[in-house]
């Protein structure tokens, strides 16, 4: 099969217009990656040219050793992903040592995966670890609304999740787990990678402070409406703010209490504080 003519393919390219069209990606901001299956591997890889040389991850990723992922290219612009796919994107292979990768298909002149390569990575590696290998879509933008509130609230998991909570009643049921918070922190490294991927074992959102969201999912579906029900209900946070500093009225906790309990959602009791 032609690799454009793969359903991975379609669906990746579907998620970098729709994210484009939100307004999360700015010139080359944001980027994506998607662990692939091995029968979407086997279905493509007649088109796979293995003449490219070993790079270094950054970081090493024993837990996605021999794995392919299709990732953004470093520098590349969103808005471009669906008008010259070949040359935006790229399958990789990571090597045995989980220390390497090379460029299988894509960025046809020339380039490298996303600058945020070894965040992708150590995400995907811990996600994979802890849904059993269900969690394949690792997606990063620069959601507005986001953004804006880690300006104005303190920069903790608890203010974030229960403020993101109460602004839309099924938030709870979308991200029950929460959202995590890090501090503002040089892109592309290393140190990032780790902060978030610790972050990543409790939580399937992580907001970056005054950069914007990375967030895990089983499906790109999932994956990009977890990242808008988040941007949505910022949005209303920012809304409620500029009318007014205090709420009049909200979900209380008692609200989420109810909500869980009919929902069948395990909300953590250190979102459930009383304010
Ligand atoms: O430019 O978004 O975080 C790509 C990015 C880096
Ligand atoms: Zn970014």
Redesign the pocket.
Known sequence: MRVLDAEFIKGFIRLATDGFNQGW?E?????LTYRIKTEEVNSVKENFNTNNPWMPIGTTVKGLALEYFLVTG??KFFRNVELDPEVNIAIIEIDELGEHYRILWGLCEGGRP???LP?HLMNHEVKKQQTNGLHRVIY???TTNVIALTFVLPLTDEVFTRELWEMATECPVVFPDGVGVVSWMV??GRDIAIATSELMKKYDVAI?AH??IFCSGMDFDLTFGLAHTVEKSAEILVKVLSIRPDKLQTITTKNFRDLAHDFKVTLPEQFLYEK
């Open positions: 990606h010139r080359n901001g944001g980027n470093s520098g996303t600058s945020e965040s990063h933008c620069h892109p592309g970056w950069h914007g």
